[in-house]
């Protein structure tokens, strides 16, 4: 059974500091996918990261997959209010085709 | 414009009753797809589709229904078996892209068992 798991599970930090969502999977997979929620929202998909050293980084995200550890980070640089929302990474592994598994979440708290 | 619509936004429930959630695509994506989202917790596949007339079980299928009649359209039916079926249900079609699974989400619809 594919498992992936996201720590931490909630976040609170100040406007201007830094930090790291980390996403860990259970089996061998060379796509992963960031999504973000609002509060009462669907998902909007944020990255998808496809090969081993894949980075990709848009405004004060920046993700990236190492699949060889089966972990996948979203570093948050100088955080701004607007970021708070839920992060969710999702694997699709070989033997789950196209379903895709997601982590639990990262409730991130963005506090002036 | 192109998207998933997901009806109704907001739906009640008394227990014993059977409802129906709607799911419309217009982007002609094969596959569609069911998940449940609980509080604080992540997304959980009930069932998907690959191709119309065609549907598999995901992770927590029990006490739900599907039917895939249309391409557009993949609705699902929450049965009175379902014992705790207050949730947050988001339907997504699915397309590869450049070797990626991308999802597009509908809005979600949010189910209240009184």
């Known amino acids: 059974e594919l498992k992936v798991e996201q720590n931490p599970l909630f976040l609170s930090m100040q406007e201007g500091k830094n930090y790291t969502i980390y996403c860990n999977y259970s089996?061998?997979?060379?796509?992963l996918y960031w999504y973000r929620q609002d509060p009462g929202k669907s998902l909007e998909s944020l990255f998808v990261l496809l090969s081993n050293g894949a980075v990709k980084q848009e405004g004060r995200l920046m993700a990236s997959l190492d699949t060889k550890a089966r972990l996948s980070t979203l570093h948050i640089t100088a955080a701004v209010h607007d970021l708070s929302a839920t992060y969710f990474c999702?694997?699709?592994?070989?033997?789950?085709?196209?379903?895709?598994?997601f982590g639990e979440g990262t409730q991130l708290t963005v506090n002036p | 414009d192109g998207g998933i619509t997901q009806s109704p936004k907001y739906l009640f429930r008394k227990e014993g009753q059977n409802v129906t959630l709607s799911c419309e695509q217009n982007?002609?994506?094969?596959?569609m797809y069911w998940y449940r989202q609980d509080p604080g917790q992540g997304l959980r596949l009930i069932y998907y589709s690959q191709i119309v007339n065609d549907f598999q079980k995901g992770d927590i299928a029990e006490g739900y229904s599907v039917s895939r009649e249309k391409k557009e359209s993949f609705p699902l039916t929450v049965t009175s078996a379902q014992k705790n079926p207050t949730a947050f249900y988001l339907c997504?079609?699915?397309?590869?892209?450049?070797?990626?699974?991308?999802?597009?989400f509908g809005a979600g619809s949010r189910l209240t068992v009184l």
């Open positions: 997504a079609s699915q397309r590869w892209v450049d070797g990626a699974n991308v999802l597009t």
């Open positions: 982007l002609n994506h094969d596959a």
């Open positions: 999702a694997v699709d592994g070989e033997t789950s085709g196209s379903r895709l598994t």
């Open positions: 089996t061998t997979s060379d796509r």
